[in-house]
């Protein structure tokens, strides 16, 4: 892997425990280049970093040394944890994002990730279901790293849960809703209650639909989203 050293102030000082770092969060950068995510990420300012990030050529930048706590995540929820900054290595995809004109990842950004994924993933132990994208941890705010990002591609590396259900199962129709979200809750979704519908749960749905339907961002339960949910629980 090729490292480029350009570090970022915006980091918390006090070192946190190797046992202690037990996700990988995916983020794209969202700005309309290359130049202004890392001048922003050095920003004392603007409170934000990462612990890595990977330009469109595959190039490999650390922001920020694994072992502090950098401040990617913001507020944040899955399974029980809350503030995910703590338990985290955040890394940062040069892509302007659906904001400034979202592009397709390039292939060797992809395959500069997958290098430093499968490194983090051997170091701290990391388990597969525990490479996550932003808008799984935040899916009320957040987007990135989007329904073009290649989570497919990354399960084959065992990063990341995917799943191509050959089956279906029966179910009660009337009770799609419920069964919906009580399998996102036991994948680790939060921002919702399993029993009471709210008007925010159309994004927590599309957040669902990003990472494992890219091709159906439409904010319904439908029979394959519905389907995709339940076998990724089992």
Not at 36 to 48: D, F, G, H
Not at 134 to 161: C, M, Q, T, V
Not at 206 to 223: A, C, E, T
């Amino acid at each position: 892997m090729k490292k480029i050293l350009d570090f970022s102030p915006n980091y918390s000082k006090k070192i946190r425990s190797k046992k202690s770092i037990k996700y990988v969060i995916i983020h794209y950068t969202g700005m309309q280049s290359e130049i202004e995510s890392i001048k922003k990420l050095k920003n004392l300012n603007s409170k934000v970093s990462c612990h890595y990030l990977i330009n469109r050529k595959g190039i490999i930048f650390q922001m920020v040394r694994e072992r502090y706590i950098a401040w990617h995540a913001g507020k944040s929820k899955w399974k029980d944890v809350v503030n995910l900054n703590s338990q985290s290595i955040g890394i940062e995809l040069v892509n302007k994002g659906h904001e400034y004109g979202y592009q397709n990842y390039k292939n060797e950004q992809i395959k500069s990730l997958i290098k430093l994924c499968k490194y983090l993933k051997k170091k701290y132990a990391i388990k597969r279901e525990n490479f996550l994208g932003h808008s799984d941890i935040a899916p009320l705010r957040k987007k990135d790293p989007g329904e073009k990002f290649p989570w497919e591609k990354l399960s084959n590396y065992h990063l990341g849960k995917w799943v191509k259900p050959k089956k279906t199962f029966n179910y009660n129709i009337k009770k799609t809703k419920y069964l919906f979200f009580k399998n996102l809750h036991l994948l680790g979704y939060r921002y919702f209650n399993i029993l009471k519908r709210k008007k925010n749960d159309v994004k927590i749905i599309k957040s669902f639909q990003r990472h494992y339907l890219p091709y159906n961002v439409s904010g319904k339960i439908d029979k394959k989203t519905l389907i995709i949910s339940h076998f990724l629980t089992q």
